[in-house]
């Protein structure tokens, strides 16, 4: 019998935080590393505009984001070693993806074709170059400044 499809879940040394669970999503820790894992339906990432099955985890600790050593270990865990950092906003966790086709598991069109900003402590994110700024509206969002443009437009 084939077992249903589903969002990645961690080995061994993750607790699952049950006061958040829906369908497809999961939230676990460890320590001070929270992780989302979902498995969520996307654009595909070689630009062909087809939405796909695809894992998709974000990764903080501590509510910022986490170090690269963090990182690792979180995707070592939930199995997504080879997925593809993929953020489009300078939020505080890392996103990764990984579609459930193996054949479409190339690196994401966005990067080539949108503008990639790069923040003071590296962290990259992409945004459309057509369309309003995403971290002006994220800082709109959350009640604070655009890192970038102190709260203006592009």
Known sequence: MTRPLMEKTPGQGWGLDRSFHVADTST???????????????????????????WHISVTECGKRPSG???????????????????????????????????????????????????????TWTNPTEGPYRGCELARLIG????IHDGGEL
């Open 28 to 54: 676990w820790f460890n320590g001070r590393v929270r992780v989302i894992s979902s498995l969520t339906t996307a654009e595909a990432p070689d630009g062909s505009g087809e939405a796909i099955p695809q």
């Open 69 to 123: 050593r963090v990182v690792r270990r979180a995707l070592r865990a939930f199995g997504m070693a080879d997925a593809e950092e993929d953020n489009h906003h300078p939020g505080n966790a890392r996103h990764f993806f990984k579609p459930v086709d193996s054949k479409r598991r190339v690196s994401c069109e966005c990067k080539a074709t949108e503008m990639v900003v790069k923040e003071p402590d590296g962290y």
């Open 144 to 147: 604070k400044t655009c890192s």
